[in-house]
């Protein structure tokens, strides 16, 4: 069966940091290029960053760009999202999704998500 | 960043009716556009990528069209399981963006 599963999400305080897991099964993962996808209590769904199937090439939307990180390893079949000098803004149910092949940009496998709250 | 304005933001409508959401990229994103759809208390699904290619197992219910800057979802006749929200995402250039969501209720 295809599977994402994210992990790690959880309550962090304003500045701190906290890493996300997506462990991938089921499917050839270093065949996918994946995606982080965020989406804020009650609101719309917002991308947040991309990585290749070899991890050459990252994106992050312009909210992210200098705090997040995303990285995989491929031996281990994980995305993983670094995200430092966290925000309340940054509350939110993040997705890993991912795709392949020469449409990689249609996301047809994701994860059913991990809640991160940034609070004091 | 391309900005997607999607409308209508809600709609209300009948098991049967033909349903048709638009969105519009603040510039022109050739036909780098999809379309998901999202239940409540669950992950998006891939419902159409590439504008007008139907990702396998979606109902050809389901279809999308456009170019450019503005593209539509159709449902031709809404069903019971297809009251949901439904997102565009320009895949043109980075940042990625998704349209607001367009709430499809039942009337």
């Known amino acids: 069966e295809v599977q994402l599963l994210e992990s790690g999400g959880g309550l962090v305080q304003p500045g701190g940091s906290l890493r996300l897991s997506c462990a991938a099964s089921?499917?050839?993962?270093?065949?996918?290029?994946m995606n982080w996808v965020r989406q804020a209590p009650g609101q719309g769904l917002e991308w947040v960053s991309f990585?290749?199937?070899?991890?050459?090439?990252?994106y992050y939307a312009d909210t992210v760009k200098g705090r997040f990180t995303i990285s995989r390893d491929n031996s281990k079949n994980t995305l993983y999202l670094q995200m430092n000098s966290l925000r309340a803004e940054d509350t939110a149910l993040y997705y890993c999704?991912?795709?392949?092949?020469?449409?990689?940009?249609?996301?047809?496998?994701w994860g059913q998500g991990t809640m991160v709250t940034v609070s004091s | 960043a391309i900005q997607m304005t999607q409308f209508p933001s809600s709609l209300s409508a009948s098991v049967g009716d033909r349903v048709t959401i638009t969105c519009r990229a603040s510039q022109g994103i050739g036909n780098d556009l999809g379309w998901y759809q999202q239940k409540p208390g669950r992950a998006p699904k891939l419902l159409i990528y590439?504008?007008?290619i139907l990702h396998s197992g979606v109902p050809s219910r389901f279809s999308g069209s456009g170019s450019g800057t503005d593209f539509t979802l159709t449902i031709s006749s809404l069903q019971p399981e297809d009251f949901a929200t439904y997102y565009c995402?320009?895949?043109?250039?980075?940042?990625?963006?998704f349209g607001q969501g367009t709430k499809v209720e039942i009337k």
């Open positions: 995402l320009q895949d043109y250039n980075y940042p990625w963006t």
């Open positions: 089921g499917f050839i993962f270093n065949t996918y290029t």
């Open positions: 999704a991912g795709g392949s092949g020469y449409y990689y940009e249609a996301l047809d496998i």
């Open positions: 990585i290749s199937g070899n991890g050459g090439d990252t």
């Open positions: 590439a504008t007008s």
